[in-house]
């Protein structure tokens, strides 16, 4: 209709009308590409806002997954000073309660990696999100701690071999059963660890494992770096984390 009444003008040289039908057609083209534009910015902000959210679940997710693990090391921290008290007294291991020195000698030799997920922020990332730089400052030195203890953790610790090797595949079978856990993809180690019925061990097995040259100074040297994993490391990821959440959540609030 607007096409025939230009032509219409143009036939009868209204200038003054075929001005006003341009202007008209301008500014629909114009009012068009900006309504556009807008639907595409409104969308891309709804994304992002969705995108933030299943981050700040990420986030949460990657915390609880440090406590957990930060507290399995300490436990094995704990065990594994338990046993070098021991050592350093230079009496029998144990006499008849030879259980508890067994699972401490098993608690003393776990490891796992620490490995944060980020794969919805590796998505934000791919987008040029988010919008808050500081997010994305704070996210990365969070993944900058993550690689430090990754590196730190990235080969299991001599002793973890060799007490697993000393240690009667008997009694590891009855530390799989009573004293250890799998909860929600988490290792959870159980202390003090229920004594299995009839459980009956040579002292003399406990003190050959003690006689091993390797062991004491190998425990000592990884008890130290798993009880700064369990506390500093870990701890300062976590404070870290918890910061990101209040960045997310303040601007979510804006």
């Not at 008209?24 to 590409?33: L, S």
Request: glycine residues 6%; charged residues 25%.
């Amino acid at each position: 209709m607007l096409l025939r009444r230009i032509t219409e003008h143009i036939r009868n040289q209204n200038w003054f009308a075929i001005g006003i039908d341009f202007v008209i057609v301008v500014v629909g083209v114009f009012i068009g590409i900006q309504v556009s534009n807008w639907n595409e910015r409104l969308g891309f902000e709804k994304r992002e806002e969705a995108l933030m959210r299943e981050l700040r679940s990420e986030i949460v997710q990657n915390i609880a997954d440090l406590q957990a693990k930060g507290d399995a090391f300490l436990i094995g921290a704990a065990s594994a000073r338990r046993v070098l008290e021991t050592a350093d007294r230079g009496t029998a291991p144990c006499a008849d309660g030879c259980w508890s020195m067994l699972v401490d000698l098993m608690h003393a030799s776990q490891w796992q990696q620490i490995m944060s997920s980020w794969s919805i922020y590796d998505e934000l990332r791919r987008e040029g999100l988010p919008s808050d730089r500081r997010v994305i400052e704070m996210v990365e030195k969070f993944k900058a701690y993550n690689h430090q203890v990754a590196l730190v953790l990235s080969i299991p610790p001599h002793y973890r071999i060799l007490a697993r090797r000393a240690i009667p595949i008997d009694v590891q079978d009855a530390y799989w059963e009573r004293c250890y856990t799998l909860e929600d993809a988490v290792e959870v180690y159980l202390y003090p660890c229920p004594v299995p019925d009839d459980f009956s061990i040579d002292p003399a097995t406990v003190g050959e494992i003690f006689a091993n040259s390797e062991i004491v100074p190998s425990l000592r040297e990884w008890t130290s770096i798993a009880r700064v994993v369990g506390t500093a490391l870990t701890e300062s990821q976590k404070a870290l984390g918890s910061d990101i959440l209040r960045q997310i959540d303040g601007e979510a609030e804006k």
